[in-house]
């Protein structure tokens, strides 16, 4: 055995061993699954597999990416082998270069050429020049690459000399020590005369060669899954040919012997292998902060611009700042100034004071409204200290995690925002964040099921069917939910494509925005992570929010809330009859208010709209703000599982006594009645009976939702039950507690959070209750949002007696409007109508006057053919000629000519005009639904009401009457039918029937779900058999519980030329 | 002037009749949805297309059986056979459904009236025909009004009462449209200037126009009887290792290859057929797009059938069958071996192909990219390709 | 001139599976050179296997690839004259 111990000149050393005869080996050429739809390993298992086989370190390489970095460190250092980061780079004329980072400044190097790469080329397509790679050589090891490298495809095409000057250039670049010229045995026609040729060329260059495996898959057995990647990737299938696709299944990660035996005549190029992982020391340092700056424009410290509007705020919030409130704020802005987060908070400030200099509702969410300074600065809105929030859970020293605020913003105004922040601190400092879109069960089966060859309409079968699971769930998706079961199509047939599925369960499939999400850094930005262009011309790094809490950067959640805008909309449509209207003084005790809110009649608020919180409100009967809190609160995976909700209701209605485990829990639980409802008492809990920190108490929480710390969880539990006796708490009672907690913490919300959202859910509760007309037509106007389809949001005006105009050429506008207490439907509804479009209706209308007639408006506006029909179908000329079909034959001609006054009809050949019959009204119904997707005039159950009561169907209105517990048989669209995770972790459904006096919201166990519950999925509309449901004191009429389901059928009741599409149906 | 014949109750019946069902209600399913009827079935107002449920619900005693892929060919063939007795161009367009041409015939509804008797007579089903000038009369004669013949200068007068949905060869689209339009019978459509139409149709309103008038210029193609060429293996100890049958089923591709090439015929269409100990028998058809010759294709064509065949038992006989054949007589000669070509090889090639083409004719001569290359040379081709 | 023959024949391999001798059409050749070699995975989706193909110069002056299936079936492919 011999040793060799080398110093790399930062302090640290390596010792390397070769044992024996054995030489080890490391592999310098590796792709992850973030050399997108290219890699087939995944990072843990290239590690795991690495260090198996003795080798002791680790390269990463993907394509003009360094998304790994983070995760391939941990997976390397977790497994005890040196990771090393690198890239293939592209070049400008499409050849590829391996480079590998020697050191942190290496690191920063590379992620400027690869910077480059992407900013200079158009978007996916990056390629950087020689000079981009001369002016960042230093510290970084380039080896020539695979045969996609420059010095391969010349001597390919037996170019030698050209293959020369190329090599010395690069030699010339990074000198002799750090370039090799990279040889590669996988197999491939002319390989070997390329190798022997190569390894000529080093030798007359002067320089090593280096032996890699180009890695694409980690066993050979693995092929297949990187197969079907590529065809994914080149958009073709299985049987076709495409360049990129690999000939065999050579490139996976080969142990030390097998790669020995391929370079069995080149065993320096093996040593050179050692030799550069010795060089290079890891590329990220985790632990370091990188917090922004800044610029205080008064000269002052960031510390005391903080404190001074801190106080500002204290005065203008709670006019008298009392003992309290002071020692509060002092403990905050304590723990924010030594944790160096000041500048953090006011660039904050500064954006949301840009936002209100604007008109921009923002509305602060999450953890952050536990913070009394936030309070202050008008970040959130709740008072973090009259509430007894727990500072900690945001923010503590023990933790000291980066601060990680969220502000929600109308939706289309937040890029406003974004780009305030990009313009303020420059491109150098401001990035967005990356998110990954994975394979999940549905794009598995439709990129892959394409790629496999499966015919385009069984994929889109199989593909439909398939629940929002995971690929990973995929197999047990087919023997779970009965409309994949008895689809008809055989399993077999897909079993190939399952399995390729599972495999690549979780797989990045290709970088996006993470819409929202900001980095803002002191130091450029490009010291620590490459940027690239996203959509929306945004630059966003390469990492995603987990990986920069890792890399130390700070981030900034600039959220977008469609809730803000139909707000916005609201108040603005309200002040046009109410000038002096004021949202953000609403009262918070409004009687009416809660009273809907009691009912269920919660359709279209916010939070508070879905089934499951409507049977809460039925139960809980909320009459407070206290209640809202705690409903928005207990709708949570957290609660349900943890069976939480039943004794909260319980005991907040005194049918229940209130107990605590312990006595100290009294203050910590009283203000939910004994009920753990929020992360912030599991924290207070840890404290109280754990005898834990509060910083570690948060740790604590943290260790109970991030899987990666399982091992620590353990740990935590034996200390917190140890630390319990030890204060004197049986061990029993230290259990319990202990289970209480841990069942709940992973899922549970944070009471700032909900405090902030039970604020906006109130006050929408109290426009729908006051301003009904305006609040619908609000959220009509910015759909797609909320529980419920736009079609149920008209349907829900109608019954509370609102009236609905249809769209008018000369009357709408590009939202929806109230005139004269009805609603109206605006432009934009109709299909077809495009922004520009709309916007040129309305600006031609406001210069010239309203149009006069249809030959007028098509003038003046020249719309094409399948619009002027849409707008005719839709009504919006009713006013001007009522007879539709009419205008539709005057369409053809108007478009052709510009129009002339004169309408001609059909048999007109000996001059004379023939009446054209008019549309009958279910004809016009019809059209209307397909161009508006709104049923105007009519429910489409109306159409099937006589032929149901003939079956001995009732109207949902008439089954809200009988008795409780009573049988019922009722129709209708299944609306948004879903199947959350429950307790018993039985299938449960849950959907919301509508019909056109009502809603009912059902109900359906699983053995019924099993048996009947393919058509909710497949088919718009059922009929259900079932009882009224009615339990624990629950009083809602218009629930029940599904005994059978059945399709319903509509043919032969529609006009027969017209019946429906069910796509164009389903809500 | 054109013939349809239609044999519409074809897989009912058959399957009545084999199982001694006569004057008892019988559908045949697929899908969960009735295919074909019996006239009882018909007579309880079940109707094709519905659902089974509900068929089952207006009609308890129905017997019903679930379609069997390749169980009525033989039915069919029988039927097709004695078309083929009586005129030359037979033209087949699915199961129970084919085209004749009737041209020269000096009185067509008699010479369809025969047809329709002999194809009764042989196979014991329900036969309907129709003649018309065109496919799209004749079609609709067969169900209008059957065995009748309606000559090219009725035939606009006979399809003007009829809703437009009968004009089958038009998209739903169109049908929608025109409905839209308020033009709901076929009458109403002929008496549309073709300007009018045109404003709402562009370029489709001729052909919508002349359909409505009953004028359809698509030929009877001659499709049966098809040739085929087919090769068979038995084995009376049964097959049942998955190696043996790899190795059975190459010889027997190497075979119906050389059959092709001594031929000089290329097929575009395959047919797998095993049997099985206890009669069971089962088979798979497979149209393919272009058409094909060599081993290579041939061999993995039948791989992909014989892996979706679902074969649990072990094997009696295998048969493999080439159809739709069509003959050809080039030779390929591969005179690079897939290498890239340098410019000058190019040019010469260019010039060498021209001469060929100016003594042999325009066709005689063609560049090997454009010929079916198998699918490992293409690879290997492509191999360095995505190279920049 | 090349010409695809894809015929079954007998190859005596050496030890690291290159072809040292085969037979084609009754005559015996000795592999002169191994000019190439490389692997292709084939159709695994069809279940086809791997095979490994060699093109080597023969005794009589001409280039033949062969073909070794992963069944253990040598196959010549090709002849270059």
Known sequence: ?1067 | MVGFLSLPRLAAEMEARNRDLAGIPVAVHRQGRILSLTAEAEGERITLGMKLTQARALCPMVEAFPFVEGRYEALWHQALRVCVTHVSVVEPVGLGEAFLDLAGAIAPQTALQEIAKDVRQATGCTAEVGAGPSKLVAKIVSRKAPGEAISADRAARFLEPLAVQWLWPLDERVLDHLQALGLSRIGELQRVPHLRLAEHFGAEARRIAQLAKGIDDSPVESLYPPRVISVRECFPGGLADSESAARVLRHLVNSLAEALRERQELCQRVRLRVEWAEGGERSRTHPLRVPIGCEEDLLSTFRWLWSRLELTEPLEALELEVGDLQRTTHIQLDLFGGRPLRAKTKERLFKALEQARQCCGAGSAVLGTQLEIPRRERMLAALDHGVP | MSKRIDRPIQVTPHSDGAPRVFTWRDRRMAVRDLLDAWEEAGCWWLGEAPRWAYRVLAGDGAVYELHHHAAGEWRLYRVVD
């Open chain 1, 1 to 1067: 055995m011999s040793f060799t111990i080398t110093q790399p000149g930062n302090g640290g050393f390596t010792v390397w061993w070769i044992e024996g005869d054995s030489v080890s080996f490391v592999h310098l050429h590796v792709h992850t699954p973030f050399s997108f739809l290219d890699g087939a390993a995944r990072i843990r298992d290239l590690a795991e597999t690495a260090a198996s086989l003795g080798m002791p370190a680790l390269a990463m390489t993907d394509h003009d990416n360094l998304s790994a970095s983070v995760q391939f460190h941990q997976a390397c250092e977790s497994v005890g082998i040196r990771p090393i980061t690198g890239a293939e780079v592209t070049l400008e004329s499409g050849y590829h270069i391996t480079l590998l980072a020697q050191s942190p400044r290496g690191y920063a190097h590379l992620c400027r050429i690869i910077t480059h790469g992407h900013l200079s080329q158009e978007r996916l397509h990056p390629a950087t020049t020689v000079d981009t790679l001369e002016s960042y050589h230093a510290d970084l090891i380039a080896l020539s690459g695979c045969r996609k490298g420059l010095l391969a495809a010349h001597l390919r095409r037996r170019q030698w000399n050209e293959a020369l000057s190329w090599g010395r250039r690069l030699k010339g670049i990074f000198g002799p020590e750090r370039f090799f010229v990279e040889l590669q045995n996988v197999g491939l026609p002319g390989g070997r005369t390329l190798t022997t040729q190569l390894a000529e060329l080093a030798q007359t260059l002067g320089v090593r060669t280096v032996a890699t495996n180009d890695v694409h898959h980690l066993t050979r057995e693995d092929f297949p899954v990187h197969d079907v990647l590529t065809c994914a990737r080149t958009l073709t299938r299985l049987d076709d040919v495409h360049p990129e696709r690999r000939l065999n299944a050579q490139c996976f990660l080969r142990s030390p012997a097998e790669m020995t035996e391929c370079f069995f005549d080149c065993p320096d190029a093996l040593r050179a292998t050692l030799d550069i992982a010795a060089q290079c020391e890891p590329a990220l340092r985790p632990g370091e902060h990188h917090l922004p700056a800044f610029e205080t424009p008064t000269g002052e410290t960031a510390q005391a611009m903080l404190r001074r509007l801190v106080w500002e705020g204290a005065r203008r919030r709670y006019g008298m700042v009392t003992p309290v409130i002071r020692q509060r704020l002092e403990h905050e802005l304590g723990v924010i100034s030594q944790l160096g987060f000041d500048d953090y908070f006011l660039i904050v400030w500064d954006l949301l004071d840009y936002a209100d200099r604007r008109g921009i509702r923002h509305a602060g969410r999450g953890s952050a409204a536990d913070s009394a300074v936030a309070y202050c600065l008008g970040i959130t809105s709740v008072d973090a200290i009259q509430r007894g929030l727990l500072f900690e859970r945001f923010m503590s020293l023990e933790r000291a995690a980066m601060p990680d605020i969220d502000i929600d913003f109308e939706a289309e105004k937040r890029d406003d925002v974004m780009h305030y922040v990009l313009r303020k601190y420059g491109q150098e400092h401001v990035a967005g964040v990356a998110t990954y879109n994975t394979f999940r069960a549905r794009s598995a089966v439709r990129d892959l099921g394409k790629a496999m060859g499966l015919p385009p309409e069984e994929i889109d079968r199989l593909a439909r069917h398939m629940p929002y699971c995971s690929a990973e769930a995929i197999e047990e998706a087919f023997d779970r939910y009965p409309e994949l079961r008895d689809s008809g199509l055989p399993r077999e047939r897909y079993e190939q494509l399952l399995r390729i599925s599972r495999v690549l369960a979780g797989f990045p499939r290709h970088l996006s925005t993470h819409l929202g999400g900001l980095v803002i850094t002191r130091e450029p930005l490009l010291d620590l992570t490459p940027v690239q262009m996203a959509a929306k011309d945004i630059p966003v790094i390469q990492f995603d929010k987990d990986d920069i809490e890792d890399l130390g950067m700070v981030k900034l959640d600039l959220l977008c809330l469609r809730m803000l805008s139909a707000v916005e909309t609201s108040v603005r449509l309200i002040r046009q009859r109410e000038p002096e209207f004021d949202y953000d003084t609403l009262p918070l005790d409004d009687v009416e208010t809660y009273r809907r809110i009691a009912a269920s009649d919660t359709v279209g608020m916010f939070q508070l709209e879905s089934p499951a919180q409507k049977a809460l409100h039925a139960r809980l009967r909320p009459d407070r703000f206290e209640d809202l809190i705690a409903s928005v609160a207990l709708i949570r995976p957290g609660p349900i599982s943890a069976n939480m909700v039943d004794p909260y209701i319980a005991r907040r209605q005194g049918r229940e006594p209130v107990t605590y485990a312990h006595p100290a829990l009294e203050r910590i639980l009283g203000k939910t009645y004994g009920v753990v409802l929020f992360q912030e008492q599991v924290i207070e809990i840890a404290t109280a009976i754990g005898g834990f920190s509060p910083g570690e108490a948060d740790k604590l929480r943290r260790a109970m939702t991030r899987y990666r710390m399982a091992d620590e969880l353990v740990q935590m539990r034996h200390q917190f039950i140890e630390r319990a006796r030890a204060r004197g708490i049986g061990e029993d009672v230290a259990q319990s507690v202990y289970e209480c907690i841990g069942s709940y913490a992973g899922y549970g919300f944070c009471e700032a959070h909900a405090a902030a959202f039970a604020d906006t859910a109130y006050k929408t509760a109290y426009l729908l209750a006051h301003y009904p007309a305006e609040f619908y037509a609000a959220l009509m106007s910015h759909q797609p949002m909320g529980f419920y389809p736009p079609n149920t949001l008209l349907w829900e005006a109608k019954r509370r007696g609102i009236e609905v105009l249809g769209p008018d050429v000369n009357r709408s506008e590009l939202g929806f409007t109230v005139e004269g207490g009805a609603i109206r439907v605006s432009l934009s509804q109709i299909r077809g109508m495009g922004a520009i479009r709309r916007e040129q209706i309305l600006a031609e209308r406001q210069a010239h006057g309203p149009f006069r007639s249809f030959v007028d408006f098509c003038r003046r506006v020249r719309p094409d053919q399948d619009l002027g029909r849409d707008l005719i179908l839709s009504g919006a000329f009713d006013s001007l000629c009522p007879n539709r079909r009419r205008l539709l034959w005057e369409l053809g001609r108007v478009v052709r000519d510009g129009g002339s006054e004169r309408l001609d009809l059909p048999g007109d050949s000996t001059g004379r005009q023939h009446r054209v019959p008019e549309f009958t009204a279910d004809e016009k119904w019809w059209h209307e639904f397909q161009v508006l997707g709104l049923g105007l005039r009519r429910h489409p159950m109306e159409v099937l009401r006589r032929n149901l009561r003939g079956r001995g169907v009732a109207t949902i209105a008439e089954a809200t009457q009988w008795k409780r517990n009573g049988s019922v048989r009722v129709a209708g669209l299944a609306v948004r039918p879903h199947r959350p995770p429950t307790r018993s972790g039985r299938t449960v459904a849950f959907f919301t029937l509508e019909d056109e006096t009502g809603l009912m919201d059902v109900t359906v166990f699983e053995s019924v779900y099993q048996r009947y519950g393919k058509p909710l999925f497949t088919r718009p509309a059922v009929v259900v058999t079932g009882r009224k449901e009615g339990r624990n004191g629950s009083s809602r009429p218009d629930s029940m519980v599904a005994m059978s389901i059945q399709e319903l059928q509509f043919g032969g009741h529609a006009p027969a030329s017209m019946a429906p599409k069910w796509s164009s149906w389903v809500p």
